[in-house]
Nanobody, 117 residues
Framework: QVRLVESGGGSVQTGGSLRLSCAAS????????MGWFRQAPGKEREFIAA????????FYADSAKGRFTISRDNAKNTVYLQMNSLKPEDTAVYYC??????????WGQGTQVTVSA
């Protein structure tokens, strides 16, 4: 059973950057696609980015394209989300998840990102 722990959130001003980390324990992530999601107050959780386990192909929501970069370090069992040019609408709790047979799960506890105008 994998355990995912997100970190790296915080408070930044518009235009700032943050790098989120998702550390996995209990099971290697090397054979799984991994993803980042976020949930803002009063809204449903939404997909942000994913990275494959085969060739490290990446996929992004339109809201993340050009600003966010997902990456992975299998040796460290960690997935990252580099976020640049942050906007107030990026304020949310960010979660990472593991993809098994097309479904994301094993959610972490999340890390809060707050972007002020």
């Amino acid at each position: 059973q994998v355990r995912l722990v997100e970190s790296g959130g915080g408070s930044v001003q518009t235009g700032g950057s943050l790098r989120l980390s998702c550390a996995a324990s209990g099971d290697p992530i090397s054979r799984y696609a991994m993803g980042w999601f976020r949930q803002a107050p009063g809204k449903e959780r939404e997909f942000i980015a994913a990275i494959s386990w085969t060739d490290n192909s990446t996929f992004y929501a339109d809201s993340a394209k050009g600003r966010f970069t997902i990456s992975r370090d299998n040796a460290k069992n960690t997935v990252y989300l580099q976020m640049n040019s942050l906007k107030p609408e990026d304020t949310a709790v960010y979660y990472c998840a593991r993809n098994i047979e097309g479904h994301f799960g094993s959610w972490g506890q999340g890390t809060q990102v707050t972007v002020s105008a």
